[in-house]
């Protein structure tokens, strides 16, 4: 089966700076790559995803790469703000059955320091 | 439009008891996903249903099952609870394919 790495497992960052997550992931067939963010007591929530026909994609302040090669995929969020503490998971899914089946990292706990 | 809902947000269980969770979604969206979220494990995928049949299945064993009924609203049940069964148990909506899912606030389970 799929297995995802995630790291760095915590990273911390002074507001302003730039954050990078790195995913490496191991099945071939994935092809559908989310990033959520969860803040503390609360649900994930989708921030950006990428699909495997596409090499990078941007969203303001986030964007995420994709290198379907050496199947790694990184987040980086730029010019971060204290609300951008959280915790970060991403995923590598596998279309089945007319839906994906996801497999998540094991997160990475953002902190950036006012 | 209302977001995903989960009840009940907590439940206390003991062992060998057996627990049924629910799970609204946005209006509209037909595919529901269930996951279980550990410290140990992270997130895993429990199981996703599409027009009330099971798409897909994670690793799970026959103890977690789950339906879907006609109006989108999902149901999943834990038969014979242990402690490691113990978890946030989130489900996420989405339109149709799984992609861009919205997840709901969680169950959390504790098992006694």
């Known amino acids: 089966g799929e297995n995802v790495e995630q790291h760095p497992s915590t990273l911390s960052v002074q507001e302003g700076d730039s954050a990078v997550i790195k995913c490496t992931y191991s099945?071939?067939?994935?092809?559908?790559f989310p990033w959520y963010k969860q803040e503390l007591g609360k649900r994930p929530q989708l921030i950006i995803d990428?699909?495997?026909?596409?090499g990078e994609k941007k969203d303001q302040r986030i964007a995420v790469t994709l290198n379907k090669t050496a199947k790694h995929f990184s987040l980086h969020i730029t010019e971060t703000q204290p609300e951008d503490s959280a915790v970060y998971f991403c995923?590598?899914?596998?279309?089945?059955?007319?839906?994906?089946?996801?497999?998540f990292g094991r997160g990475t706990s953002l902190i950036v320091h006012p | 439009k209302a977001g995903v809902t989960q009840t009940p947000r907590y439940l206390i269980k003991t062992r060998g008891q057996q627990v049924t969770l629910s799970c609204s979604p946005i209006?509209?969206?037909?595919?529901v996903s269930w996951y279980q979220q550990t410290p140990g494990q992270g997130l895993q995928f429990l199981f996703e249903?599409?027009?009330?049949?099971?798409?897909n299945k994670g690793n799970f064993p026959g103890r977690f099952s789950g339906r879907q009924f006609s109006n989108s609203r999902s149901e999943m049940n834990v038969s014979t609870l242990e402690l490691g069964d113990s978890a946030l148990y989130l489900c996420?909506?989405?339109?149709?394919?799984?992609?861009?899912?919205?997840f709901g606030p969680g169950t959390r389970l504790l098992v006694l």
């Open positions: 996420a909506s989405s339109l149709t394919s799984g992609e861009t899912q919205y």
């Open positions: 099945d071939s067939a994935s092809n559908y």
């Open positions: 990428i699909r495997s026909n596409v």
């Open positions: 995923a590598a899914s596998r279309a089945s059955g007319g839906s994906y089946i996801p497999t």
């Open positions: 209006s509209g969206h037909r595919s």
């Open positions: 249903y599409f027009s009330e049949t099971q798409r």
